[in-house]
C-alpha cells in the first residue's frame, strides 16, 4: 500500500492549510512589529524573514507547516529578529555588524 503524501491530500484541505500558514505568517509578522528591524521595509510579509538569534528549536517556516500551533509559533519568534530578505542576506554574508547574534543579544536584553 502506498505511503499517503500531500499529492494525496484533498485539494480544500490543502488550501485551508496553505490559508492557515498565511494567517500565521501575517500575525507573527505583526507580533515582532510589522517592519525590517533594519531598514524597516513594510511592503510584503512574504518578503519578511525571521532570523534566529537565539538557540532555535525549528525554523519558523518549517513549524508553520503543521507543527507547531499559533502559540509554540510565537514562541520560536522570540528568538528572532524580522527582517526583509535583502537584510537577512546581508546579514549573513556580514555586512551589518551591528547585527551580529551577540549585539543584537544585548540590544534585546536591555
Known amino acids: 500500500m502506498p505511503i499517503k503524501g500531500h499529492s494525496d491530500w484533498k485539494p480544500e484541505y490543502a488550501e485551508a492549510r496553505k490559508e492557515r500558514r498565511r494567517a500565521n505568517k501575517r500575525s507573527l509578522v505583526e507580533y515582532k512589529g510589522g517592519k525590517c528591524c533594519v531598514c524597516a521595509y513594510d511592503k510584503c510579509a512574504g518578503a519578511l524573514d525571521f532570523h534566529h538569534i537565539g ?56
Request: include cysteine; charge should be neutral.
Open 55 to 110: 538557540e532555535k528549536k525549528f525554523t519558523i517556516g518549517e513549524g508553520n507547516h503543521g507543527k507547531s500551533c499559533l502559540s509554540e509559533l510565537k514562541e520560536e519568534a522570540d528568538k528572532t529578529i524580522l527582517v526583509c530578505k535583502n537584510c537577512h542576506a546581508e546579514i549573513h554574508a556580514g555586512m551589518h555588524e551591528n547585527m551580529r547574534i551577540d549585539t543584537v543579544k544585548k540590544a534585546l536584553l536591555n
